[in-house]
């Protein structure tokens, strides 16, 4: 009876070192297939490196690492460093908006809102009427062509012919007086690459008006017959629209001075289906491929 009972627990003790030898066998094969899957990689490939490391290879040569690193920038290759070019970048962009609210607030001190204008005043006459106060920079009168009043901005070349200006409030001109006020917006400067440069430019804009409100299903020949059999030969028409606005403009160069001048009576004709606003043109019709320095 007691040799059943050890042979017995000599079978137990056999079977616990059997699985405790598969465990061990186990545990190497893993250990081993896991030393030979890291053998075969490359421990100097830079994926190994986090984007913070960086030591001095003469400080501890006997460093593994053998990538030269780049001293100008600290980040990943593929990440480069880029702050310092847009700290650099966002402060020039300050300094020009702070330079361009400036500009702004200084052509604003020198301007004038003018209203109450008498439809037939063109813009010569009213830069005319307030030449006497300081010398007028630029302009420009605005509104519907179907009102009987309009209105304009005057820029001065100085603060002191504002406010000198400011005197005409009260001043007829053609039936009704106008009222003069101080601006609170300055005068939106047209491109100066659009400015006539020379003689022959600024006497091509004397031939020149520049029409807005045009209907976008017009085309460029319909509005060269309009102004042809209206006011003249026109010799240049430029029209332009974008998918942004719902009108189109154009700048139409006429043979003669005079046709230009026949054409600002077209302002509040339709053309289309809506009513064009007529104006002399500040900049002459470059023709297409001319270069602007």
Known sequence: MAAV????GEAVKNNDLA?????????????QKLVD?????????????????????????????????????????????????????????????????AQRDD????????????QIITEE?????????????????CGDPHSVLHFAFVEFADEEGARTALNLDGTMLGFYPVRVMP??????????????RSEDEREMCTRTVYCTNIDKKVSQAEVKNFFESTCGEVTRLRLLGDQVHS???????????????FALNCS??????????????????????????
Do not use: W
């Open 247 to 261: 009108t189109r403009i154009a700048f139409v160069e006429f043979a003669m001075a005079e046709s230009a001048i």
């Open 19 to 31: 699985m405790e030898t598969a465990k061990s066998e186990s545990k190497e094969f893993s250990v």
């Open 125 to 141: 006459q009213l830069a005319c009427l307030f030449s006497n106060c300081g010398q007028v920079v630029d302009c420009r009168v």
């Open 183 to 196: 601006s609170k917006t300055a005068i939106l400067p047209v491109n100066p690459t659009f400015l006539p």
């Open 37 to 101: 899957m890291f053998t075969k990689l490359n421990p100097l490939a830079k994926e190994f490196f986090p984007s913070s490391y960086h030591l001095n290879q003469t400080e501890k040569p006997d460093n593994f690492n053998q990538i030269p690193v780049n001293k100008q920038s600290a980040g990943n290759e593929n990440f480069p460093n880029k702050r310092s070019k847009n700290n650099f970048n966002q402060g020039r962009r300050r300094f020009n908006g702070r330079a361009f609210r």
């Open 5 to 8: 009972v050890d042979n017995s």
């Open 107 to 118: 052509s604003t001190r020198r301007t004038v809102y003018v209203s109450d204008i008498d």
């Open 268 to 293: 509040g004709m339709v053309l289309g289906t809506q009513p064009i606003r007529v104006s002399p043109s500040k900049t002459p019709v470059k023709p297409r491929g001319t270069r602007l320095n």
